[in-house]
T-cell receptor, first 115, second 111 residues
Framework: GAVVSQHPSWVICKSGTSVKIECRSL??????MFWYRQFPKQSLMLMAT?????????EQGVEKDKFLINHASLTLSTLTVTSAHPEDSSFYIC???????????FGSGTRLTVV | SQQGEEDPQALSIQEGENATMNCSYK?????LQWYRQNSGRGLVHLIL?????REKHSGRLRVTLDTSKKSSSLLITASRAADTASYFC???????????FGKGTRLSVIA
């Protein structure tokens, strides 16, 4: 089946630093990747949609200059959290639609802790 | 944007009992899916029901969909302690659109 590999699975960083999260589609080409954020005891909220070769589209309230998304190839999308702050601590997870009929595949998620 | 509500927000039951979770959504959909998430972990896909289906079964899971009421329910029968997790419904539309998740139900099954 279609697999998205997400790395790192967890990261701890200092305030003010940047963190890059990668999602790779291993056995299919993902022209679009969806990025979600999940705060503790809350649901997954869509942050942005990345499209290969073009600019990402961001949901209302998500700072595009803070959450940089790059989708330079059909198999790699990255999310960089710049100048991270403790309030950015969250679970970040990527997803791609696979084929038709409602199929989606998810990365395993990245737990970001900013100290 | 958040699609809709799920209730209850939290549910605690004894092992062996049935657990019912409900989900409502706001817009027209192609499919509705249910996912499970253990604390701090990734998502596990449970079941998908299409907009033209009314009921679907998979093992101990039973999902219903009422498009006229824009609602769905997930029933877990004969619950086990290992069923303890958060459960989310998610809907998708046509085209290459993202899944939109409900707020989720935290289920605790007490042995």
């Amino acid at each position: 089946g279609a697999v998205v590999s997400q790395h790192p699975s967890w990261v701890i960083c200092k305030s003010g630093t940047s963190v890059k999260i990668e999602c790779r589609s291993l056995d299919f080409q993902a022209t679009t990747m969806f990025w979600y954020r999940q705060f503790p005891k809350q649901s997954l909220m869509l942050m942005a949609t990345s499209n290969e070769g073009s600019k990402a589209t961001y949901e209302q309230g998500v700072e595009k200059d803070k959450f940089l998304i790059n989708h330079a190839s059909l198999t790699l999308s990255t999310l960089t959290v710049t100048s991270a702050h403790p309030e950015d601590s969250s679970f970040y997870i990527c997803s791609a639609r696979v084929g038709g009929a409602g199929g989606y595949t998810f990365g395993s998620g990245t737990r970001l802790t900013v100290v | 944007s958040q699609q809709g509500e799920e209730d209850p927000q939290a549910l605690s039951i004894q092992e062996g009992e049935n657990a019912t979770m409900n989900c409502s959504y706001k817009t027209s959909i192609n499919n509705l899916q249910w996912y499970r998430q253990n604390s701090g972990r990734g998502l596990v896909h449970l079941i998908l029901i299409r907009s033209n289906e009314r009921e679907k079964h998979s093992g101990r899971l039973r999902v219903t969909l009422d498009t006229s009421k824009k609602s769905s329910s997930l029933l877990i029968t004969a619950s086990r302690a290992a069923d303890t997790a958060s459960y989310f419904c998610a809907t998708d539309g046509s085209g290459n659109t993202p899944l939109v998740f409900g707020k989720g139900t935290r289920l605790s099954v007490i042995a």
